[in-house]
């Protein structure tokens, strides 16, 4: 009887949990754009930075993370990349901060992954349909509105 009651009980986990069917949309996306932007030697994830620093730079790293809301390993892992690959300069800013500056090679990058970036835009525009991807935009900029105010 336990054994029925644990089922049901996953059963409706499972069918009911946002945060299951979020993880599971993002990671659809995810491999969309990371199939187009994978000539460019690039991840989605990295791109997301690329741009978080190129429009508010120079930044630091917890700025970046704020603004996508990540992680400080998880934002590490990639900056870790992008400065190797030199497409992000990291400068001391005192103490253990570093300012992060997008390189005339970064703002390249994302020159040439602009037609990649439009390619699999559509395509995900196409997999979730007009009104849902208005819907999913205005759904995340006024989930991410209600954050920023605590």
Do not use: Y
Not at 58 to 64: D, Q, W
Not at 106 to 130: C, N, S, T
């Amino acid at each position: 009887m336990a054994a029925t009651t644990e089922h049901k009980i996953e059963s409706a986990m499972a069918a009911e949990c946002l945060s299951g069917r979020i993880r599971k949309l993002g990671r659809v996306v995810n491999s969309i754009f990371d199939r187009q932007f994978r000539p460019h030697g690039v991840r989605s994830s990295q791109i997301s930075i690329l741009i978080v620093v190129g429009l508010h730079g120079p930044t630091t790293a917890t700025e970046v993370c704020g603004r996508l809301c990540l992680e400080k390993s998880t934002l590490s892992r990639d900056l870790e990349r992008l400065i190797e690959n030199g497409w992000i300069r990291a400068t001391e800013a005192g103490g253990r901060r570093r300012n992060l500056e997008l390189t005339t090679e970064g703002r390249a990058l994302i020159r040439r992954v602009q037609p990649a970036w439009k390619i699999a835009q559509a395509e995900v525009q196409k997999l979730l349909g007009p009104a849902l991807s208005t819907e999913l935009c205005r759904v995340v900029d006024a989930t991410l509105s209600l954050d920023d105010t605590d």
